[in-house]
């Protein structure tokens, strides 16, 4: 598996050998997962700052839902749910927060607050301006693939050739924002899981992800919560299962060790815990006649 450096500001993640964590701080009312925990901004902080406690290597923090059907909310809105929390917890941590928006106000704000990365779920196409931001201040960005929107991604989404039209589509928004002016080390990319896709894609998607290997970039990934493990656990199918239950926290862990095993450099996920126990197991797997116990 090729490893990664990206360095910014007075941050330095490699990627490769060892899987990073990205725990993930919801300050909104209706997320799928956990919408309306951390919502408060105290709330939200204290969150943030147990994520990192449990081994978090990136802070996401997003002021808007991208839950299948969700509507927008405005700029303001946004940056009134996220800047309070972006601006303590970039002064009681050490690892890199990143913004999770499609909007560059919202960005600028964000990074002024203490941001450093974007996480855009658009790829740059939502806002044009945002490639802009990511260039100025040069910050990593994280590039999504998604079907259409979160209003509409989960009506029917359909592909003549998932991985192919994926990796073409990673491939556009990448040079895209290279010709933006950001530097391709900090370019990341995401197939955006749960995104336009249907429980045989996402299943697709993890099973073959060593295929972005090809674009030779580093790869997210965030199968935490989402409804294709939902679906495929829940044993009535009357009865729907609540996206923080054990059982789905389970399915989540299997998701993230196939997604590593795979390539994956980066996990998002809402459980930091669990997942440092399985990313140590897996990498251990990965790397067996290097790894040592220390």
């Known amino acids: 598996m090729k490893s990664y450096e ?22 909104t009312p209706d997320s ?23 081994g978090a290597d990136i802070l996401d923090i997003g002021g808007e839902s991208s839950r299948p059907f969700s509507e927008p909310v405005s700029e303001k809105e946004e940056i009134r749910r996220v800047v309070p929390v972006i601006k303590k ?23 002024d607050a203490g941001a450093g990365i974007i996480n855009d779920i658009s790829a740059l196409h939502s806002d044009k301006k945002l490639a802009e931001i990511a260039a100025k201040y040069g910050v990593p960005v994280i590039l999504m693939h998604m079907k259409g929107t979160p209003e509409n991604m989960q009506l029917s989404p359909h592909y003549d050739n998932l991985l192919e039209e994926i ?17 391709k080390s900090k370019i990341i990319i995401d197939p955006g899981i749960g995104f336009g896709k249907t429980i045989e894609h996402n299943l697709l998607l993890i099973k073959n992800l060593h ?21 495929i656990i829940k ?23 196939a ?17 440092v126990s399985t990313v140590r197991i897996i990498d251990a797997i990965k790397n067996a006649g290097e790894f040592r116990i220390k």
């Open 259 to 275: 997604a590593v095993f795979a390539g994956a450099h980066i996990v998002r996920v809402h459980d930091v815990a669990n997942t």
């Open 235 to 257: 044993n009535n199918p009357e009865i729907e299962l609540k996206p923080h239950s054990p059982a789905v926290e389970t399915g989540t862990q299997a998701a993230v060790a």
């Open 89 to 111: 917890l970039a002064k009681r941590i050490s690892v890199p927060i990143s913004i999770d928006t499609t909007k560059s106000v919202v960005a600028q704000y964000a990074i």
């Open 6 to 27: 990206i360095a910014w500001g007075s941050h330095r993640l490699i990627l490769g050998n060892t899987t990073r964590i990205m725990g993930i701080v919801n300050v």
């Open 32 to 54: 799928f997962s956990d919408g309306g925990f951390f919502f408060n901004t105290d709330a939200a902080i204290a969150h943030g700052e147990k994520l990192v406690e449990d």
């Open 167 to 183: 990796k073409k589509y990673l491939k556009d928004a990448a040079q895209n924002a290279l010709n933006s002016g950001i530097d």
């Open 211 to 231: 295929e972005l290997a090809d674009l030779d970039m580093p790869v997210l990934i965030g199968p935490s919560r989402k409804a294709f493990i939902r679906k």
